[in-house]
């Protein structure tokens, strides 16, 4: 129910915010800079040699994106604090010495920042990431960390950072493995849980 | 007296067990002649079936005619319409892949999606990828277990290697092959033509990574999960008794597909890519990680590594 309601109030945030961009662009260029556009954020190059990467853009499958829907009408508060409200403040990433603003822009909330200052579309927030996690990034960059989808040969597309990892939780937890394969005829599993049940009701394991 | 009656009876006994015999025979033939008696194909299908010529020998028209015949026999045994392919392999392409250890978590979403992917027999005791799971700090692969099932994974203290078919450059199954059913490919792939191979398993002694499969039982698959996009060398249906094993999912790697083990994992350990491409995924692991290979000593040439990072 209230995710079919969030969903209307996505898709009618962005209409609304089409129109603004195009009246500020028309009518004001000092609204205008508070509202960046794509060719204001940064692009990833990638490194010097490496192939060119396109990146799956995730920002459709975002819940609450664009963030300005709500934070547009709120007054930035730079205070490091508990947040009550809408969002977790458990954030298990950087081990206490990450909060939001750490990564997202103070001033525009549908974008992330760089220590550079650099605004970040949220489809490339593997430059983000790659600030702190430079090794790792020039491994996804040559298709070494991550995924590629679909395709061994051609055009690279490959997965964002956040796609695997949630940004606010990076650490991907355990889960139940897929069934074991079938015991070969003739052989019994001597250990673990399959060894239990022999031992109890004395049957031969299949 | 009596015992001349008892040995005439057994005479006439014997006279009518022939004749039932000879009468049964010549019924049989007439009523599989007439209909497709012949494991449900038609007798001119099982004819062709019989004195197909080798996969290197056939002309195109014989291998056209094969692949439909292939096509037709799966109609009957699966009641499914795959599409049976012989796509050649690439120019200037050879095959590598390459295992992150230390990303692979032990899930098994590999084996599942392979035993999809290559029409395997669901109760049968084959599966081409074996995720061994290793206690840390231990490389001998005889302590490995790959019947694991704990709750969750990856378990304290152990680590996970996945073990297929090496693709090796130097193949000691190939050598082992009495009858050349078994060879390597231009793009690197150890292929097997399942109707040449005559179930001796030598191939399997030879293969120093237990990579090679026989399977005992005709692979029962339900009609809705039957893989359709097939390739002669590939995933075709396979008859009971012959080897088979991992062939790096040919009918899909060699339209630029990755191999279904490697779009399934979740983790992206798993890099496959040309060898021969310098940019490619496969070649900077091998230039810029720190790569091994298992049983490198056997000088098998495995173009499948693993590393850790």
């Known amino acids: 129910m209230s995710a079919h309601r969030s969903k209307t109030l996505v898709v009618a945030a962005r209409r609304v915010h089409g129109i603004a961009c195009v009246v500020c662009l028309s009518f004001s260029p000092l609204l205008a800079e508070e509202s ?41 508060n730079p205070e490091i604090r508990e ?12 081990r206490g010495r990450l909060w939001c603003l750490s990564c997202h822009d103070f001033e525009n909330r549908n974008y992330l920042r760089t220590f550079l200052n650099e605004l970040v579309d949220l489809d490339e927030a593997h430059v983000v990431c790659g600030g702190c996690h430079a090794n790792r990034h020039k491994d996804w960059a040559y298709g070494v960390h ?61 | 007296m009596a015992k001349d009656s008892r040995s ?17 025979i010549g019924v049989g033939a ?74 692979c978590q032990g899930y098994r979403d590999c084996v599942q999606a392979c035993v999809e992917e290559n029409n395997l027999g669901r109760d049968s005791q084959v599966q081409y990828i074996r995720v061994l799971q290793m206690d840390q700090g231990d490389s001998n692969l005889e302590h490995s277990d790959h019947y694991y099932d704990p709750e969750e994974v990856p378990v304290a203290g152990k680590y996970y290697l996945p073990v297929q078919c090496m693709q090796c450059d130097d193949p000691p199954c190939v050598k082992a092959c009495p009858v050349e059913a078994t ?33 005992w039982t005709e692979p029962e698959i339900p009609t809705d999960e039957i893989n359709p996009d097939t390739h002669y060398l590939g995933n075709r249906p396979r008859p009971r008794g012959v080897v088979e094993k991992c062939h790096f999912c040919i009918q899909r790697t060699r339209k630029g597909r990755q191999p279904a083990c490697m779009e399934a994992c979740p983790t992206g350990a798993r890099i496959f890519g040309n060898l021969l491409d310098p940019d490619s995924e496969i070649r900077y692991v091998l230039e810029n990680k720190q790569v091994f290979r298992l049983k490198e000593d056997l000088g098998t040439e495995p173009k499948f590594w693993y590393f850790s990072d």
Not at chain 1, 149 to 170: E, I, K, L, M
Request: proline fraction near 7%; include cysteine.
């Open chain 1, 146 to 206: 991550g995924k590629r989808v679909a395709d061994w040969q051609g055009d690279r597309t490959q997965y964002n950072c956040t796609h695997c990892h949630n940004a606010h939780s990076p650490a991907i937890s355990p889960r139940a493995p897929k069934e074991p394969p079938p015991v070969r005829a003739g052989l019994k599993l001597e250990r673990g849980k399959n060894h239990d049940a022999h031992s109890d009701n004395g049957t031969e394991q299949k």
């Open chain 1, 36 to 76: 960046p556009t794509a060719a204001d954020t940064v692009r990833f190059e990638g490194y010097p040699n490496a192939p060119t990467v396109n990146v799956v853009p995730r920002k459709d499958e975002l819940f609450f994106y664009p963030c300005d829907q709500c934070h547009e009408s709120m007054e930035p």
């Open chain 2, 30 to 103: 007439a009523v599989s002649m007439a209909q497709p008696a012949w494991g449900g194909q038609t007798f001119g299908d099982a004819f062709d079936d019989f004195f197909q010529k080798h996969y290197k020998k056939m002309t195109a028209d014989e291998m056209q005619e094969t692949l439909l015949r292939i096509e037709r026999k799966a109609k009957i045994r699966y009641d499914a319409d795959i599409s049976c392919s012989n796509t050649p392999p690439q120019e200037n392409v050879v095959f590598g892949y390459a295992i992150n250890i230390s990303r």
């Open chain 1, 83 to 94: 947040l009550d409200t809408m969002h977790d403040s458990e954030i298990e990433h950087g």
């Open chain 2, 183 to 215: 060879w390597m490919e231009p793009d690197g792939i150890v292929v097997v033509d399942y109707d040449w191979c005559i179930g001796c398993r030598y191939c399997m002694t030879a293969c120093p990574y237990w990579a090679r499969h026989f399977n």
């Open chain 2, 8 to 24: 005439k009876e057994t005479q006439n006994k014997f006279d009518m067990a022939r004749r039932n015999f000879l009468r049964g």
